[in-house]
């Protein structure tokens, strides 16, 4: 099981840090990853990380703005968002695996951003 948190409403240039925590099936996967949806558009890879080395990748529209992190001790992954703009609303998704096809999701946290 795979639990979203931390998002929530911020104006442009905020900042917000997303968790997402697993439960019962431990971290077997290789990747972990974030995705988003936004109203009435498709859903789009945000980043991913290798569980093991810690290798990141990020869609160009987040490049150097957002940081995907884990703590393999908490089975936690993170995703730092800095510069925010309007276009980053959507409902942010963990997904376990790798975009576009992920074992598993959680229920989402929908992140704000305000002009």
């Known amino acids: 099981q795979l639990v979203e948190s931390g998002g929530g409403l911020v104006q442009a240039g905020g900042s917000l840090r997303l968790s997402c925590a697993a439960s019962?099936?431990?971290?077997?996967?290789?990747?972990m990853g974030w995705f988003r949806q936004a109203p009435g558009k498709e859903r789009e890879f945000v980043a991913d990380?290798?569980?093991?080395?810690?290798?990141?990748n990020y869609a160009d529209s987040v490049k150097g703005r957002f940081t995907i992190s884990r703590d393999a001790a908490k089975n936690m992954v993170y995703l730092q968002m800095n510069s925010l703009k309007p276009d980053d609303t959507a409902v942010y998704y963990c997904?376990?695996?790798?975009?576009?096809?992920?074992?598993?999701w959680g229920q989402g946290t929908q992140v704000t951003v305000s002009s």
């Open positions: 997904g376990r695996g790798r975009w576009p096809s992920y074992a598993s």
């Open positions: 019962g099936r431990t971290f077997n996967s290789v990747y």
């Open positions: 990380i290798a569980w093991y080395g810690g290798s990141t």
